[in-house]
């Protein structure tokens, strides 16, 4: 089991930065793929960005890559976002979540942290 707690959300202005943090509970956060998703009203969550268990794999969604950069510390059980270059598309609830080595699907997710973006 892994507990999930997202904070550093809020209310930015178009072209300004903000930094997510997930905590996750639990000794095997190492062994967690941990990836951020995103969820606008009206709108499907989506991917935004993903990292390996040790940290050396990055992916980004299209509409992020270049401004947003995920990492993790392992030693302090967190996973980051930071989003520069924030536009009012951006507005969204966003997700942390973890996936098992094994697993297909990511099983874990946090609670969601609100960023809002105005233009």
């Known amino acids: 089991q892994v507990q999930l707690v997202e904070s550093g959300g809020g209310l930015v202005q178009a072209g300004g930065s903000l930094r997510l943090s997930c905590a996750a509970s639990?000794?095997?956060?190492?062994?967690?793929?941990m990836g951020w998703f995103r969820q606008a009203p009206g709108k499907e969550r989506e991917f935004v960005a993903s990292i390996s268990s040790s940290g050396g794999t990055t992916y980004y969604a299209d509409s992020v890559k270049g401004r947003f950069t995920i990492s993790r510390d392992n030693a302090k059980n967190t996973v980051y976002l930071q989003m520069n270059s924030l536009k009012p598309e951006d507005t969204a609830v966003y997700y942390c979540a973890a996936k098992g080595v094994a697993d297909l699907k990511y099983d874990y997710w946090g609670q969601g942290t609100q960023v809002t973006v105005s233009s």
């Open positions: 639990g000794r095997t956060f190492s062994r967690y793929r």
